[in-house]
């Protein structure tokens, strides 16, 4: 995801992931997803790494 030895452009996988997700749920790719346990991932990330994981696990539907 990243590249080897670089100190350049940096993104963190949950966006890396998120824009894949996004791909993926664009083209009807089926998604099945839970908030089961999602305040899990309160206890040791940060909000804008916690809202990423929301935004991945609710996006479920094709959006114009």
Do not use: A, C
Not at 14 to 25: G, H, M, N, S, Y
Not at 40 to 57: M, P, S
């Amino acid at each position: 995801m990243n590249s080897v030895g670089g100190t350049g452009y940096y993104e963190h996988e949950v966006f890396v992931i998120e824009k894949i997700d996004q791909e993926l749920v664009q083209i009807g790719i089926p998604k099945n997803s839970s908030m089961d346990h999602f305040e899990l991932t309160t206890e040791n990330l940060g909000k804008v790494y916690t809202d990423g994981i929301r935004r991945i696990l609710e996006h479920t539907e094709v959006t114009n």
